[in-house]
């Protein structure tokens, strides 16, 4: 039980363009997903925290504008890099929050190379 | 601010050797420390929670203890399949984000 998946695994995209990044609950209904991001042997940084239905909490210094996180059901969170640059490559992974347990849940990651 | 810091950074064991790894923090009220297994290019997987001072719980060969300062992963005759990243995180009652110290890689070697 508590599988977590992401879509896409990788993605290689142009300076400019916008990436939407998918996160799913398999089999059990996320009351909260976060958003990290990892650089290469770096510890992963919260980037926002969603609960389903509402705004997603940023962390200080995360452009809302830039990465848009959308948690549309209990088991779908997106994030879209808009306008990507170079500087946003790195590795993306979501995690989810079921409803009776403090634990979260991590997915596979994506990595994101922007050119 | 919460605060996590794990030592050593690097560990490297032969196969069958035991050791410890440390997580030390500092954060005002405990909501829970979980300890997470990284392999490389993956997502973390979830290994334990531990609530309170005193607790402990264990899985194969590993074993993860708790105080009020501190935290040990203590690894049992460890195997090759045990190289990863491990990496320690902190709940506070503010809410249910993790704050992640920065890991501890392991290396078995047979």
């Known amino acids: 039980g508590a599988v977590v998946s992401q879509h896409p695994s990788r993605v290689i995209c142009k300076s400019g363009t916008s990436v939407k990044i998918e996160c799913r609950s398999l089999?059990?209904?996320?009351?909260?997903m976060f958003w990290y991001r990892q650089f290469p042997k770096k510890s992963l940084m919260l980037m926002a925290t969603?609960?389903?239905?509402?705004?997603?909490?940023?962390e200080q210094g995360v452009e809302k504008d830039k990465f848009l996180i959308n948690h549309a059901s209990l088991t779908l969170s997106t994030l879209t890099v808009t306008s990507a640059h170079p500087e946003d490559s790195s590795f993306y992974i979501c995690?989810?929050?079921?409803?009776?347990?403090?634990?979260?849940?991590f997915g596979p990651g994506t990595r994101l190379t922007v050119l | 601010e919460d605060q996590v810091t794990q030592s050593p950074e690097a560990l490297r064991l032969q196969e069958g050797e035991s050791s410890s790894l440390n997580c030390s923090y500092t954060?005002?009220?405990?909501?829970?420390l979980f300890w997470y297994r990284q392999d490389p290019g993956k997502g973390p997987e979830f290994l334990f929670t531990l609530y309170s001072a005193g607790e402990e719980k264990e899985k194969e060969r590993l074993k993860a203890t708790l105080t009020k300062k501190e935290s040990f992963l203590h690894i049992t005759a460890p195997k090759p399949e045990d190289s990863a990243t491990y990496l320690c995180?902190?709940?506070?009652?503010?809410?249910?984000?993790?704050?992640f110290g920065k890991g501890t890689s392991l290396l078995v070697t047979p």
């Open positions: 969603s609960n389903e239905g509402s705004k997603a909490t940023y």
């Open positions: 995690s989810a929050r079921g409803l009776d347990t403090d634990t979260q849940y």
């Open positions: 995180a902190v709940q506070d009652n503010s809410g249910y984000a993790l704050n």
């Open positions: 089999d059990f209904q996320a009351t909260t």
């Open positions: 954060v005002s009220g405990l909501r829970g």
